[in-house]
């Protein structure tokens, strides 16, 4: 009878099935932080880069996240988390490789061009500390196994969407800060389509890779290191 009272108290089952465990729901102070983070990016990049920009993965992440922090939602939380722990911590990897004063893959570049605005570059400093705070948000709200399927779905509808209907590599546009090859659909190049292969081995290889790179490695360790919700 104790054992089932203190499982109850431990972990609370909400209407969507998903579970808060022991150590109380997410901060209110977390919770408004983070919506005042994402209240001042999404204007500022939506007026800057357009609204497709929030077609990455990375961008989808975040929304996944402040949904995450309201609902307590393991799923949505452990969904961004397979998504991006892997590439952002890698991020990271290179951001600090780059303030050490060598190169190790490139991608934070422009976080190191003067000719970017501070205020900018200081917004995408998220993918610095978005990896860890959805670890904090699975520690806190548990692991749902759910979230491997569901975010790699998303993940192939994102890719998908960006192959089809979003610009391609070098494409001209009447915002010239509107991303092109959203998610890397056409290769890693914004000037030019890969040539290592045809266009839509490409994307099939992309589907596959990610998923098997990504999101597989971190769902198991997610699930070893985690309570289930």
């Known amino acids: 009878m104790e054992s089932t009272l203190i499982n109850t108290r431990d972990v609370r089952l909400n209407h969507s099935g998903n579970s808060t465990v022991k150590g109380g729901p997410i901060p209110l102070w977390i919770k408004l932080s983070y919506t ?67 190169k190790l893959i490139g991608m934070t570049d422009y976080m190191f061009n003067p000719k970017l605005p501070l205020f900018l570059r200081g ?25 491997l399927p569901a975010w790699t779905v998303t993940a192939w509808t994102l890719m998908l969407t960006s192959y089809f209907f979003m610009p391609r590599p070098g494409a001209v546009l009447s915002n010239p800060k509107a991303p092109v090859n959203i998610n890397y659909v056409f290769g890693l190049s914004d000037q030019t389509v890969q040539t290592w ?30 309570k289930a919700a």
């Open 197 to 226: 292969m045809p266009e839509s081995l490409w994307l099939v290889m992309l589907m596959v890779a990610l998923p098997l790179l990504f999101y597989i490695p971190i769902h198991f360790i997610l699930k070893k290191s985690f």
């Open 36 to 102: 005042s983070f994402m209240a001042v990016l999404v204007p500022v990049y939506a007026s800057k880069y357009g609204f497709t920009n929030f077609l990455y993965f990375c961008d989808i992440a975040l929304f996944l996240a402040l949904a995450a922090v309201w609902k307590e939602s393991a799923l949505l939380a452990g969904m961004a988390a397979v998504g991006i722990v892997v590439p952002q911590t890698l991020w990271c990897a290179d951001f600090l490789a780059h303030l050490s004063g060598f």
């Open 123 to 147: 917004l995408s400093f998220f993918h610095g500390w978005l990896p860890f705070f959805l670890i904090y948000l699975v520690a806190k709200l548990g692991y749902n196994r759910r979230s």
